[in-house]
């Protein structure tokens, strides 16, 4: 979480006007979930990566690292797509027999899996691609620009300023442990473990409360403004992102 934020902050897309990264991301994204050519899925991979290592800058090896974390819960959730179990005769391409259930794969199975994974992963990318290249403040303000109800941007501030409250609170409390040798044996990591887990929550909320009185004392009544920075959006990247998704839309119908 904070590496991808400080990601944000620095790449080479900062200044780029926030509602156009947007824009790019979410249309790309809303392509990609209806479509169900696999070409458009693999450009679409191979763009935003593009875009965020060549033009944004983000390390590689860093970018790896991210786009391994969703591989797991993918490959998990096509694996019940791939594969078939009956008992039924069906069209395997290759089965196993457990007394008179049949565990297989099937073409169709096979091929919804690779559309399942593809898609899937082209959706995550064009999140990344926004994630890495947008502060959460930016789009927050993307949000207020579309007239997204007030409540909405305001719990997102709230809790976007909480979940940094709760990894500090967690870090403090392992630091403390970890002195006091918590974590030298096995026996003592488990009860570490449980000891951080019960206390993070009561003091994360007591750090929660604290803030909300320091809000509060600065005049808080439930609208929290912030100074914004200016943005001018730019006619060739419009055209740029016009362009694009003509090309990915075109892309969704020959494949």
């Not at 400080?6 to 947007?22: D, I, S």
């Not at 039924?88 to 096979?110: A, C, V």
């Not at 007591?206 to 609208?223: C, K, M, P």
Request: with cysteine.
């Amino acid at each position: 979480m904070i590496s991808i934020d400080q990601h944000a902050y620095v790449n080479r897309l900062r200044k780029v006007h926030p509602l156009e990264k947007f824009l790019l991301a979410v249309i790309t994204l809303v392509i990609c979930l209806f479509s169900t050519s696999w070409l458009l899925h693999v450009c679409v991979i191979a763009f935003m990566s593009f875009l965020v290592v060549g033009a944004g800058k983000i390390p590689w090896r860093s970018y790896i690292g991210y786009l391994s974390l969703p591989l797991f819960f993918l490959i998990v959730g096509i694996l019940g797509v791939i594969f078939t179990i009956t008992k039924e005769p069906l069209d395997f391409i290759y089965h196993i027999k457990l007394g008179s259930w049949t565990i297989g794969m099937t073409k169709l199975g096979l091929n919804q899996g690779q559309l399942l994974f593809l898609r899937s992963y082209a959706s995550v990318i064009c999140l990344y691609f926004l994630a890495l290249t947008t502060p959460m403040t930016d789009i927050i303000w993307v949000f207020k620009r579309l007239r997204v109800p007030v409540i909405i941007t305001e719990l997102m501030i709230m809790i976007y300023r909480f979940i940094f409250v709760l990894l500090e609170t967690g870090s403090m409390i392992f630091i403390s442990q970890e002195c006091r040798l918590g974590y030298g044996t096995l026996r003592n990591s488990y009860n570490s473990l449980g000891q951080l887990a019960a206390n993070l929550f009561i003091k994360a909320f007591h750090r929660s409360q604290e803030i909300f009185r320091a809000l509060a004392a600065r005049g808080y009544t439930g609208d929290i403004n912030v100074l914004e920075e200016e943005y001018h959006g730019s006619k060739r990247n419009i055209l740029a992102i016009v362009g694009i998704e003509m090309v990915f839309i075109a892309l969704s119908i020959v494949g």
